[in-house]
């Protein structure tokens, strides 16, 4: 095997013996497998497209869900892949068959898959090594990594009944180039950056979506406690299975609680109603295997945030949707069709109330159109001086020890900045005592990974407000911390939007070259991090 996707690959090299995310070298390999068919579609419908012809949404579906569960941390389930690879080399052959011309189609468009044994010959030859040169190598899968996320962030929307045809164009399209040998460096560059822009529309798409269906995320204190009663607890991101699960554990005298990035969903108006959802249990997603061994109730996983789990309570683990782990239960529904909790409530009832291991309450909700509705006040908290600077820490957390830094530089902030964040990074300071200046918390947790949005939104805004030319003119210091595939559509989209001066940890992506990575340090001025007291030195003096 051969994985470097996410920030905790081996060595910040690669992943070959076996992930540290507990994926296993057949599994990886399945994903290979994977990922190719996919882009093999995605030649297919691109040429399909050309030709005028329509492409059905359940092919997108396909499409979007297949890179979803190549995620890291979605999917080790190796016969849900296998049987993916096999849908999808059917499809592909299907639509083949509508396609004037035939001729120059790669051999990813062309492959039948076969049985298990045909498909592992197969991932051997078409993983990340394929390509023999750096730097096209390099940009070929900071675009694929580029489209899982924003594919996750399409499946959002999708499922609250937003998408949009050209998003779905576009990924197919760039999945096929990244197998095209014809592309020069500067063509990936190109549409590195084209791929960020699409980032932007897929990631005001879901704001657009989860907004339209839940309102807009309001101030909220939410419990960090345990009540008495049996709870289930719910992670990952999908917020359409958080409300299927709230209706049908109203009444039943099942609490329901948050862990990790589902936090922000107490901010949304339409959950507020549930007074059995309870509050959030927990850290972020690497804490889970103490975490889901103490709520002692069942766990539903609705995205990528799964770690395998230990015997004790894999008996406790669903997993719906792209999520998937050998042994563990699967609640199926496909979009649109109502999932049966069932199971779960009556598991729940058999458990007993999690053990407290935290009390208290943390405040978020400060998505743009709460924070633009405070604006008068925070324009004049940066006019009289009282806030120097904004930080945006938005990103990930992981099991990295170097990532103490985030904590270290929240602590060591000057009194007059204000954090903004989004994403599981806010679990390494969103508990720490930092006060408010003059009644606006020190840090705005705006939600999930996908509202940096609304971060970008926030600043394109008093952009406007300060009467300023250029986004990088306003007192805002990026310190981003990355884990996953999401983080790089974040990260790409940031750029699209024009905004330089990213510090980017705790490390480098390992999929940059050299030269890639001079690129991104050239035109946008992308640094790591170093010291917490170095860094603190750099940006504040
Ligand atoms: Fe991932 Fe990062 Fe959203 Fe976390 S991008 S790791 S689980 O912030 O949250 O999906
Ligand atoms: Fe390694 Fe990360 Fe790939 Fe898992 S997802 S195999 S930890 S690089």
């Known amino acids: 095997m051969f994985c470097y996707q996410c920030q905790e690959t081996v060595g910040n090299k690669g992943c070959t013996q076996m992930g540290v995310c507990g994926k296993k070298p057949r599994t990886a390999a399945l994903q290979d497998a994977l990922v190719y068919a996919t882009k093999g579609l995605g030649e297919v419908t691109t040429s399909l497209r050309a030709q005028g012809a329509?492409?059905?949404?359940?092919?997108?579906?396909?499409?979007?869900?297949?890179?979803?569960?190549?995620?890291?941390?979605?999917?080790?389930d190796d016969d849900i892949l296998a049987r993916r690879v096999r849908e999808t080399c059917a499809m592909t052959k299907k639509l083949r068959a509508g396609l004037a011309d035939a001729a120059g189609l790669t051999d990813a468009a062309l492959w039948e898959a076969g049985d298990d044994e045909a498909i592992l010959a197969r991932a051997a030859a078409v993983g990340v090594?394929?390509?023999?040169?750096?730097?096209?190598?390099?940009?070929?899968?900071?675009i694929t990594y580029g489209l899982k996320g924003m594919a996750a962030y399409a499946k959002h929307a999708d499922v609250l009944g937003r998408h949009d045809k050209g998003l779905d164009t576009f990924m197919q399209k760039a999945l096929a180039q990244t197998l095209d040998n014809s592309l020069s460096v500067p063509d990936l560059v190109n549409l590195t950056l084209e791929t960020g822009k699409a980032g932007v529309t897929a990631m005001a798409l879901l704001d657009a979506a989860n907004t339209g269906a839940y309102g807009h995320p309001e101030i909220t204190k939410v419990d960090i406690g345990?009540?008495?009663?049996?709870?289930?607890?719910i992670s990952g991101h999908d917020l359409r299975d958080l409300e299927m699960l709230l209706e049908q554990t109203e009444g039943t005298g099942v609490d329901v609680y948050t862990h990790g990035e589902m936090l922000p969903a107490h901010y949304y108006p339409a959950f507020k109603k549930y007074s059995h959802f309870k509050g959030n249990y927990g850290n972020a997603w690497w804490r889970q295997k103490e975490e889901f061994e103490s709520f002692n109730g069942p766990v539903l996983l609705t995205t990528n945030c799964l770690v395998p789990p230990k015997e004790s309570y894999k008996d406790r683990i669903y997993t719906t949707?792209?999520?998937?782990?050998?042994?563990?239960?699967?609640?199926?529904?496909?979009?649109?069709?109502?999932?049966?909790?069932?199971?779960?409530?009556?598991?729940?009832?058999?458990?007993?109330?999690?053990?407290e291991i935290e009390r208290g309450?943390?405040?978020?909700?400060?998505?743009?159109?709460?924070?633009?509705?405070?604006?008068?006040?925070?324009?004049?908290?940066?006019?009289?001086?009282a806030i120097k600077k904004f930080v945006v820490m938005a990103g990930c957390d992981g099991r990295a020890k170097s990532r103490s830094y985030y904590t270290e530089f929240a602590e060591g902030l000057p009194k007059d900045t204000v954090i903004l964040t989004a994403g599981c990074a806010k679990y390494r300071y969103n508990k720490l005592d930092l006060g408010d200046i003059g009644g606006i918390p020190r840090v705005l947790d705006a939600g999930q990974c996908n509202d940096s949005y609304s971060l970008a939104v926030i600043a394109l805004k008093l952009k406007e407000v300060f009467g300023l030319e250029?986004?990088?003119?306003?007192?805002?210091?990026?310190?981003?911390?990355?884990?996953?595939?999401?983080?790089?559509?974040?990260?790409?989209?940031?750029?699209?939007?024009?905004v330089k001066n990213i510090h980017l940890g705790p490390t480098l992506p390992a999929f940059?070259?050299?030269?890639?990575?001079?690129?991104?340090?050239?035109?946008?001025?992308?640094a790591g991090i170093t010291t917490p007291q170095d860094d603190l030195k750099a940006f504040f003096g």
Request: glycine share 8%; with cysteine.
């Open 470 to 498: 250029d986004v990088n003119d306003l007192p805002i210091v990026y310190n981003i911390a990355w884990y996953e595939q999401k983080a790089v559509i974040v990260l790409l989209a940031l750029l699209a939007l024009g």
């Open 361 to 385: 309450q943390i405040v978020g909700g400060f998505a743009h159109n709460q924070v633009l509705a405070l604006a008068d006040k925070v324009v004049a908290a940066v006019k009289s001086g």
């Open 226 to 233: 345990v009540g008495n009663r049996p709870g289930i607890l």
């Open 512 to 526: 940059l070259s050299p030269n890639v990575a001079k690129v991104l340090v050239e035109q946008f001025n992308i």
């Open 321 to 355: 949707d792209i999520v998937g782990f050998p042994g563990c239960k699967h609640i199926p529904g496909e979009v649109g069709e109502r999932k049966d909790f069932s199971a779960l409530i009556a598991h729940a009832k058999a458990c007993p109330p999690p053990t």
């Open 54 to 76: 329509a492409v059905d949404h359940a092919v997108d579906r396909l499409v979007t869900g297949n890179l979803f569960a190549t995620i890291t941390n979605a999917n080790f």
């Open 129 to 142: 090594l394929a390509t023999p040169d750096d730097d096209v190598r390099s940009l070929r899968w900071l």
